[in-house]
C-alpha cells in the first residue's frame, strides 16, 4: 500500500453542493479482524472484509486545533496505521521551486451524476456494486474499458504530487457517453483555511471563521463535513493526504484497506435533509454546521463593521448594513491597479477607467457571488464637477494631503463634510440599491469612506483603510480624490493625477437572502 491517498471532492457540476465524507478502515492478519464485535464498545457489528459497510469509521480524538489518534474501536489501527490529515504547504514537485499553498490535481473525466465511479489511481481502486473489490490487473491494451477494466479509474500512477502546473491527460475511462473526451488540464484544490478539525472545536470558533474551507468530523458518526459550500468547477482541500502502515513485528498473511464514501447534495431541503434520513446518531452540532454552512456568505446579519470574511477565495471587509438583507462590503486589498482616468471626453467616475476596471472585475466574479449582488444607481451624482473644491489641489505625490481642509479630528483622517467648501452632491454620494439600476461593483465616495472611518466603524484607524486607495469622487477636473497607501501617513486623503496608477478595492451591495444560498437560483 502506497502512503499518498490525496482524498478530495470535486465539483464538476453548476451549482454549489454540500459535501461530506466517511473514512472506514478495515485489517485482518490471516483472515482474522482486529475489530471483533463489541456492543459495549460501540461495535454491534462485525467487519467483514467483503462487506466494507461493516468497516469502522475512523473517529479522530481532539490534539491542538486539529485531530489526533483514534478513539473508540478503531484505536487499534492507530499504532500500524498513521494518517496525515489535511494539507500542509510544501515545494512542488516538477523542480520550479515554487511552494504550492494547495496541491494540483487532474479534473475528472467522469461527469454523469448516475456513474458512482470514482477518480482513482495508483493502489487505490474503484469497486462495484456488491462491495467486491475490481480486478486490478494491468489492462492488456493500457486502458480500463469495457471487459479490460481494473479497480484504476483515472490517469497518473497516485504518488504524492504526480501533478503540476500545466500537466494534460486524458481519460481512461473509455469514450463518451460513458466519460469526457478531450485533454485536461491539472487544476489547485482550493486552500486549506483550517486544519481538520472535530465538530467542538469548530464549535468554539469565533462567527467569522466557522464557514470556510477545511474539513469538520462528527465523532458520533464519523462522517467528515466540508464547512463551506463547494462551488462549481472548485476542489475541496484534502480531508486525507498520507497513510503510513507500519508493519514491522507483523507475521502471516496480512490485509489492511481504507474505504471513502463521499455523500454529496444540492443546497435544497429536501436532499440536506437526507443527511439525517438514516438510523446514524447525527450530532446535533452537525446539523448546525449545515445550517450555518447553507447561510454560507456567513451569516451577514451577525457581522460588525470592519469584520472580515473569505467569499470564494476574495476577502472583503463589511462596511455596512443597508437593510432589507442587503450588506455593503468591500474587498480589503487592491483587485486591479489602473489610473483614474486616461479617457477622453469623461469628467465624472461614471465611464472612467477605474470605474469600467471595477465593473471589469465584478464581471469576472463567479456566477454563484454575482447573482447575489443587488444593482445600484447606474450612474453615481456627486462624481464629477459639481463637486470640484474650492482650493487648489497642490499634490505633491501619493502621499500628500491638500492645506487648508477642515478635519473632525486629527488631520488627514476624518473630513468635516458640513463645512460649506463641501457641495450637497459630494456629501450625499452613497451607493443604493436601485431595483432599475445596474449590478456591479464600484469603488467608494468621499462621502462614504468618511461615514465610515473612526471608533466602532469599519475603518478605525487611518492606517486601517490604507488599501482603500481609489475613491470616485473628484478633487477637479484632473484630480481625483485618493486614500494614501503609499508612505507617510497612511489611510490620509491625498489628491492625485489621473495619469497616476494605483490599487483599487473594490466595493458591491450583496443580498444573502435570510442567510440562504439556494442551488434553484
Known amino acids: 500500500m502506497s502512503g499518498n491517498k490525496d482524498v478530495f471532492v470535486e465539483n464538476f457540476g453548476d451549482a454549489p453542493i454540500l459535501v461530506r465524507i466517511k473514512l472506514l478502515e478495515y485489517m485482518e492478519i490471516d483472515g482474522v479482524s482486529m475489530v471483533q464485535a463489541d456492543p459495549a464498545a460501540d461495535t454491534d457489528v462485525q467487519p467483514l472484509k467483503a462487506d466494507p459497510t461493516t468497516w469502522t469509521p475512523w473517529i479522530p480524538a481532539a490534539s491542538g486545533n486539529t485531530v489526533g489518534d483514534r478513539v473508540g474501536a478503531g484505536a487499534v489501527f492507530n499504532s500500524r496505521a498513521r494518517w496525515t490529515m489535511g494539507w500542509q504547504p510544501r515545494v512542488a514537485t516538477d523542480g520550479s521551486g515554487q511552494l504550492l499553498d494547495a496541491p494540483y490535481y487532474m479534473p475528472t473525466f467522469n461527469h454523469s451524476r448516475t456513474d458512482h465511479k470514482t477518480a482513482v489511481a495508483g493502489d487505490g481502486r474503484d469497486w462495484n456494486w456488491s462491495g467486491e473489490e475490481a480486478d486490478t490487473s494491468a489492462s492488456p491494451n493500457g486502458t480500463n474499458a469495457g471487459a479490460d477494466a481494473t479497480g484504476v479509474t483515472h490517469p497518473g500512477d497516485g504518488t504524492d504530487g504526480y501533478w503540476n502546473a500545466g500537466d494534460t491527460a486524458t481519460s481512461l475511462l473509455g469514450t463518451p457517453p460513458d466519460t469526457q473526451s478531450g485533454t485536461h488540464t491539472a487544476r489547485q484544490t482550493v486552500v486549506q483555511d483550517q486544519p481538520v478539525m472535530l465538530l467542538s472545536q469548530w464549535n468554539a470558533l469565533s462567527v467569522r471563521n466557522r464557514i470556510g474551507n477545511f474539513w469538520v468530523v462528527d465523532p458520533q458518526t464519523g462522517w467528515a463535513y466540508w464547512a463551506n459550500m463547494l462551488f462549481p468547477g472548485e476542489a475541496t482541500s484534502f480531508l486525507l493526504d498520507q497513510a503510513t502502515f507500519i508493519t514491522s513485528g507483523l507475521r502471516g498473511n496480512v490485509y489492511y484497506g481504507i474505504k471513502v464514501v463521499p455523500n454529496m447534495v444540492a443546497n435544497t431541503d429536501n436532499t440536506v435533509n437526507s443527511f439525517w434520513s438514516d438510523d ?138 458640513n463645512n460649506p467648501m463641501f457641495s450637497q452632491a459630494l456629501r450625499e454620494d452613497f451607493a443604493e440599491v436601485d431595483p432599475n439600476g445596474e449590478k456591479k461593483a464600484f469603488v467608494l465616495s468621499v462621502a462614504e469612506i468618511n461615514k465610515f472611518s473612526g471608533p466602532g466603524q469599519a475603518f478605525p484607524t487611518a492606517l486601517s483603510r490604507q488599501n482603500a486607495h481609489h475613491v470616485r469622487t473628484r478633487f477637479n477636473a484632473n484630480h481625483p480624490w485618493t486614500i494614501n497607501g503609499d508612505s507617510g501617513v497612511l489611510g490620509a486623503w491625498t489628491v492625485l493625477n489621473n495619469s497616476w496608477t494605483f490599487g483599487g478595492s473594490p466595493a458591491f451591495i450583496i443580498r444573502d437572502q435570510d442567510g440562504a444560498w439556494t442551488s434553484g437560483l
Open 280 to 417: 446514524e446518531n447525527h450530532s446535533d452540532l452537525a446539523k448546525t454546521l449545515i445550517d450555518e454552512v447553507r447561510h454560507g456568505l456567513p451569516i451577514l446579519g451577525m457581522m460588525q463593521p470592519g469584520d472580515t470574511f473569505n467569499l470564494r477565495n476574495v476577502q472583503y471587509r463589511y462596511l455596512e448594513n443597508k437593510g432589507d438583507g442587503n450588506h455593503l462590503v468591500m474587498a480589503t486589498t487592491p483587485r486591479f491597479f489602473v489610473p483614474a482616468n486616461t479617457i477622453a471626453g469623461v469628467d465624472s467616475y461614471n465611464g472612467s477607467t477605474v470605474d469600467l476596471a471595477a465593473k471589469d472585475w465584478y464581471n469576472n466574479l463567479p456566477s454563484v457571488v454575482k447573482r447575489q449582488v443587488q444593482p445600484v444607481q447606474t450612474l453615481f451624482t456627486g462624481t464629477g464637477p459639481e463637486v470640484a473644491m474650492p482650493m487648489s489641489p497642490s499634490p505633491g505625490g501619493p502621499t500628500t494631503t491638500p492645506a487648508g481642509l477642515p478635519w473632525n479630528g486629527a488631520a488627514g483622517f476624518i473630513l468635516d463634510l
